[in-house]
């Protein structure tokens, strides 16, 4: 509270109007802090909002790089079951070699033919495993940037989350002690006006 100075009266006493000028800035400032603290705390309320929203978003956008990592694993596998079911056709092609073989009018066009066939599959082996190469390399690095982004931004909602709740304990401290002031302002309104009382009463009539 401010020290305020009265005007004394003539016949003892305060000034009845410095009182009530005193009374009426007490009441106003104490409504002023009080709205301050309000706004305070509401701001604080949707800076927290906010960042929880962000945080849910960059989640969904996780789960999202999560579930196209996995439908392109499943392609892989897809992939992989393919090369292996052409493994009996390996086999049948390697009896057809040996009947060519014996073939020996057909020997010639046979060695070109699976000169081919040796070309194709290496192309296919080499671009299979170049594509699974690729595939993995994006999905790791998409991964990680990802859960880096994730990272960051719970570091920051962290600090964040922190600093308002130390702002939201300061400002429910001053809101408590708020009314402890009211009270001791009313206690002081309460003398003043038992002096001006008093004051009054020894006025002579």
């Known amino acids: ?34 709205t301050k603290l309000e706004q ?14 962000q945080v849910r978003e960059l989640q969904a956008q996780v789960d999202a790089a999560a579930q196209h990592h996995a439908a392109l694993q499943a392609e892989l ?15 049948e092609a390697d009896r057809l070699r040996e009947e060519i073989r014996r073939l020996q009018p057909d020997a010639e066009a046979y060695a070109q033919f699976r000169e081919k066939i ?19 390399a994006q999905l ?12 960051t931004l719970m570091r920051s909602f962290d600090a964040t989350a922190t600093h308002v709740t130390g702002e ?10 708020l009314p402890r002031a009211m009270d001791q302002a009313g ?6 006006e038992a002096a001006l009382k008093k004051a009054v009463e020894q006025e002579p009539s």
């Open 1 to 34: 509270m401010e020290n305020n100075t009265f005007k004394s009266v003539t016949f003892g006493g305060f000034d009845k109007q410095d009182v009530i000028r005193y009374i009426e800035q007490t009441a106003r400032a104490a409504a002023d802090v009080q």
């Open 40 to 53: 305070e705390n509401e701001n604080l309320q949707d800076q927290a909002q906010k960042l929880s929203a």
């Open 77 to 91: 596998e897809k992939e992989r079951a393919a090369r292996q079911a052409l493994e009996p056709a390996k086999a």
């Open 118 to 136: 040796g070309a194709i599959e290496c192309e296919a082996r080499k671009r299979a495993a170049d594509l699974e190469a690729h595939t993995a």
């Open 140 to 151: 790791e690095k998409m991964v990680s940037a990802f859960q880096n982004q994730y990272r």
């Open 168 to 177: 939201l304990r300061k400002v429910e401290v001053t809101l408590t002690q």
């Open 187 to 192: 206690v002081e309104l309460n003398e003043l």
